[in-house]
């Protein structure tokens, strides 16, 4: 483990993630933009865009999904957002002086689960929170260790 110098940076991961998820220009896909109506009165059936529309014209409405434009552009989505999620998590690491070494990645990886499984119901700014305490934690039980065990 490397000397963790930049601990309580004061970066807000919770707004980086939403940047970058801007940046990518890639919004969550929703049902209804997938979705066309047909309506129908007296025999005759018309074609609407949204069911407010369809509804002016008749309360008699079927809705058809475009299922697999739908999925295939939630799993654009969700591609480009665990890729913003790395970087969220790469940020956090990279703030607490972990590198790229086995060591550290296996104790920044243990840590990080905890604390997402503690935090991440209130978002990153919360699972960083509980990293800094993780993190404290981890090289306090480390030096202590070290300082008995290892002569």
Same mark, same amino acid.
């Given at each position: 483990?490397?000397?963790? %110098?930049?601990?309580?940076?004061?970066?807000?991961?919770?707004?980086?993630?939403? $940047?970058?998820?801007?940046?990518?220009?890639?919004?969550?896909? *929703?049902?209804?933009?997938?979705?066309?109506?047909?309506?129908?009165?007296?025999?005759?059936?018309?074609?609407? $865009?949204? *069911?407010?529309?369809?509804? @002016?014209?008749?309360?008699?409405?079927?809705?058809?999904?475009?299922?697999?434009?739908?999925?295939?552009?939630?799993?654009?989505?969700? #591609?480009?957002?665990? #890729?913003?999620?790395?970087?969220?998590?790469?940020?956090?690491?990279?703030?607490?002086?972990?590198? $790229? %070494?086995?060591?550290?990645?296996?104790?920044?990886?243990?840590?990080? %689960? *905890?604390?997402?499984?503690?935090?991440?119901?209130?978002?990153? $700014? #919360?699972?960083?929170?509980?990293?800094?305490?993780?993190? %404290?934690?981890? @090289?306090?039980?480390?030096?202590?260790?070290?300082?008995?065990?290892?002569?």
């Amino acid at each position: 483990m490397n000397n963790r %110098s930049t601990k309580g940076n004061e970066m807000n991961f919770d707004e980086m993630y939403h $940047n970058l998820m801007a940046e990518s220009g890639v919004e969550y896909p *929703r049902d209804e933009d997938y979705t066309t109506y047909f309506a129908y009165k007296g025999g005759e059936s018309k074609k609407f $865009n949204t *069911r407010t529309e369809a509804q @002016k014209f008749s309360s008699n409405i079927e809705a058809v999904k475009d299922k697999k434009a739908l999925g295939a552009q939630r799993k654009k989505y969700y #591609e480009v957002e665990n #890729e913003v999620v790395g970087k969220v998590i790469q940020a956090m690491k990279d703030d607490l002086g972990y590198d $790229n %070494s086995e060591e550290d990645k296996k104790v920044f990886d243990l840590i990080y %689960s *905890r604390a997402y499984e503690d935090g991440h119901s209130s978002g990153f $700014n #919360e699972v960083y929170n509980y990293l800094l305490d993780y993190d %404290s934690f981890v @090289k306090e039980t480390f030096d202590i260790f070290k300082k008995y065990h290892v002569k």
